[in-house]
């Protein structure tokens, strides 16, 4: 159990609901409508990002805040860490 907490660095645990981005940790609240409501708040104040406040960073986040609850949004996310990895592999093996 400690070793998938160790290996994973970017995404939500399935088992704690946390969002882990490296060694920070976040916990999601239990409520799919409050975990929605957080993550468009989150992509719609990322599209504002250019205010002094706000940063292109919330929409990310957002989005892997809506892929726990929306399978179309985590088919994407998935897609795209598919993707990074091969991409990374490829330019190692360079």
Same mark, same amino acid.
């Given at each position: 159990?400690?070793?998938?907490? =160790? =290996?994973?660095?970017?995404?939500?645990?399935?088992r704690?609901?946390?969002?882990?981005?490296g060694?920070?940790?976040?916990?999601? +609240?239990?409520?799919?409508w409050?975990?929605?409501?957080?993550?468009?708040?989150? #992509?719609?104040g @990322? /599209?504002?990002?250019?205010? +002094?406040?706000?940063?292109? %960073?919330?929409?990310p986040? @957002?989005?892997? #805040?809506?892929?726990?609850?929306?399978?179309? /949004?985590r088919?994407?996310?998935?897609?795209?860490?598919? %993707?990074?990895?091969?991409?990374?592999?490829r330019? =190692?093996?360079?």
């Amino acid at each position: 159990m400690s070793t998938r907490k =160790n =290996n994973m660095h970017f995404g939500i645990d399935p088992r704690t609901r946390e969002i882990v981005i490296g060694t920070f940790r976040l916990k999601l +609240p239990e409520s799919r409508w409050l975990r929605t409501t957080i993550g468009v708040l989150l #992509v719609c104040g @990322g /599209v504002l990002g250019f205010l +002094p406040v706000l940063g292109f %960073w919330m929409v990310p986040l @957002g989005l892997l #805040v809506l892929s726990h609850d929306s399978h179309v /949004v985590r088919r994407q996310r998935r897609r795209f860490s598919v %993707w990074w990895a091969t991409r990374k592999m490829r330019r =190692n093996a360079r």
